[in-house]
């Protein structure tokens, strides 16, 4: 059974930094990617970024990009998001999730999910 587990949420400031951690386990081998997906109150689920665990290729959503960096551990097995530059907007529960294959991950369709971990930016 694939788990997740966020940590690293938290209250700050806006123009403020912080960076959530995600540890994966129970994967065979590791897995096909790795992404960060927010939920605002009352808002959809917004894609925030992702990694390709194969060879480290990086895609951001355009509200993060420039202040959102992505980034594995060197097992492969735990994802890093770096946030700095946050602001107001930027506050939502954020959670990591995977896929168990190459497609559904090119897809976005994730199918593990974390319990996510909260972050709040004041103004």
Known sequence: QVQLAESGGGSVQ?????????????????PYCMAWVRQAPGKEREWVAIIYTSNGVTYNAD????????????AKTASFLQMSSLKPEDTAMYYCATAPNLRSCQKRDFVYWGQGTQVTVSS
């Open 14 to 30: 806006a123009g403020g930094s912080l960076r959530l951690s995600c540890a994966a386990s129970g994967y065979s081998a590791r």
């Open 63 to 74: 509200s993060v990009k420039g202040r959102f960096t992505i980034s594995q551990d060197a």
